[in-house]
């Protein structure tokens, strides 16, 4: 089995045919937040598996202020941090 790593989601590459292919199909599905005008946020599999979740969750709201979207397992989750948002 051949497995490539993408927003952390191990993926077949051989479902897709190439690298640049499953590329291309995870960045076409993952553009929900910038499609809405939510600034985008990535964590990178290094920092999820080296630090607590605690930890990289506080770095992302320091570095992306009180509304940003990531994706977690290719899903959209919307972040707020601030209580008029909600």
Known sequence: MINLIYNGMPVDVRKYGNKAACTKYFDRKCD???KQGVRTASVSLYTRLTKQCIDWERDLYVRNG???G???LG???LYL???ELI
């Open 75 to 77: 899903k959209p989750v």
């Open 32 to 34: 929900y937040w910038r």
């Open 70 to 72: 990531v994706y977690e």
């Open 66 to 68: 009180k509304c940003f």
């Open 81 to 83: 941090s601030d209580p």
